[in-house]
């Protein structure tokens, strides 16, 4: 089992390369051994293009050792056709004989689907290798299928007498309560998660755009909760520069290609309005992100799964306080006179 686990680390380590890029699709990476030593590895870059088996094959030099070796793999292979045909499939037709799985697809189109078809075909199949760290993995795709929402993680910085914002901000909009490499790991987390949230007080005051422009990587979707329109063309989230979904109650607006339009019932159902309306348009993971009303939302209706909390040293002594949440520090890191604090929601 430990020789399994070596190797399904690996699995892990690699799928992680496609991090912020496979969406829809989890994150998965194989790797192929022979005699104890890996012959081909590869994972999943992007939606469309080969499934991470596929890459291992293919990375295999001598495809005759196929027949003599093991295929390990984070995540249980396909067996349906999508935008490419079932990994389950390739493995059989190369008639791999051992096949090692960290945990179970969720999707309905798969879940165990692909383990059948393996056994069935006379594979020797080995199923939950580090499946917790598998499961933390793919923790977005997993919400995703089994909780019919998105994974989501709040985020906001707070000062150290606990505001999140001045009473005024004058000429500087934002006013920052982090430093230079807090804000920069921030854009980083953008470009590892499908969207991000705001609500229409963010907007008006500080007219963010919402991009990663402090890191490389792909900008997350953009959603804005702007009820009654207050906020026009020229803000920044409605430039069309990213794909833009706007919540609102108004019917007048006309959507775009990379500013779409959704109606939304902004009544005490409204968080689970708004995930809704995500999930069909397929997001599997979303940052809240301000402000403290629309954060403190989901932390009373007890829907989120991850805060990341900055506490800065400056003081503002008065202004928005931030949001109250209860649960047990699970990470506490400092970055340079930043704190960073990450809390789990295990609800």
Known sequence: MKTHEKYINRCIELAKNGLGTTYPNPLVGSVIVYEDKIIGEGWHRKAGEPHAEVNAINAVEDKSLLTKST???????CSHFGKT?????LIVTHKIPNVV????DPNEKVAGNGIKKLMEAGANVTVGVLEEECYELNKRF?????KKRP??????AETADGF???STKKEQKPVWITNAYSRQLVHKWRTEEQAILVGTQTVLDDNPSLNARDFFGNNPIRIVLDKSGKIDANFHVKDNSIKTLI???SKAFQSTKNCIYETCQFDENLVENTLAILVKHQIQSVIIEGGSKTIQSFIDKNIWDEARIFKGKNTFENGTKAPVIKRKIVESKTNLDDKLVTLKNYD
């Open 71 to 77: 295929i390990y793999v984070s995540l249980e292979p």
């Open 85 to 89: 045909p079932p990994c389950a499939d």
């Open 101 to 104: 799985i960290g945990t179970i």
């Open 142 to 146: 997993f919400t995703f299928h089994n």
């Open 151 to 156: 994974y989501i993680i709040l985020k906001w």
């Open 164 to 166: 999140i914002a001045p």
């Open 247 to 249: 919540l609102t109650e």
